[in-house]
Structures are given as C-alpha cells and as structure tokens.
C-alpha cells in the first residue's frame, strides 16, 4: 500500500479553493460588463443592417423598409432585427437605421 500514488485530501482541498477564489473574482467581471457587451452587440447589428440597406438602394434604387429587407432575404432568419437589449431596430426616412 505504501505505492499508492494519488491526490490527498489536502492536496484537493487546497485545488477547490483556488478554483472558488478564481470564480469569485471573474463572476463579477463578467456580470458587470454585460451592458456594454449588449451596447456592442446593437451597434454590430445596426451596422450590418446598414450595410443591407445599402446594399438594397444600389440593386432597386429606392429606400426599402424593414420588412422589404426581409422579403428580399436581406436579412438573415426571416424576422425583424432585434438588439440584444430587446430593442427593435427601423429605417429611417434618411436611410438610416435607428433603434425604437
């Protein structure tokens, strides 16, 4: 029994409480940069939705709406872009997409 190789009690003792202080300093970092992460997100989206607007002005030669957007498969799932905040997104009358 004295070749036995293993990890004692301690050894995973000491192991658990790393990994706790590890998690209880990223867990609050990673918390409180979540509404920055959602700004990020819309911007991302309202930026891509930009670039279809654009994209459908050169191909038809008129402002569409978002729906026009969605019919021509401009933009992707079939259903009206939505932030990560939960904020919807619109044209408008300039070209320009803007959050409701």
């Known amino acids: 029994m004295?070749?036995?190789k293993g990890?004692?009690?301690v050894e995973m003792l000491?192991?658990?409480l790393v990994i706790s202080i590890l998690l209880l300093?990223?867990?609050p970092n990673?918390?409180?940069q979540n509404k920055n992460i959602q700004e990020k997100g819309c911007e991302g989206l309202i930026d891509m939705v930009q670039g279809q607007v654009v994209a459908y002005e050169m191909e038809?030669?008129?402002q569409p709406s978002i729906q026009d957007l969605i019919d021509k498969g401009y933009l992707p799932n079939?259903?009206?872009p939505v932030c990560?905040?939960?904020e919807k997104l619109n044209i408008d009358s300039n070209g320009n997409v803007i959050k409701e």
């Open 7 to 9: 990890f004692t009690l």
């Open 2 to 4: 004295k070749n036995e």
């Open 84 to 86: 990560p905040s939960g």
């Open 30 to 32: 990673i918390a409180s």
């Open 25 to 27: 300093i990223t867990i």
């Open 14 to 16: 000491v192991v658990l």
């Open 60 to 62: 038809f030669h008129t």
């Open 78 to 80: 079939n259903k009206d």
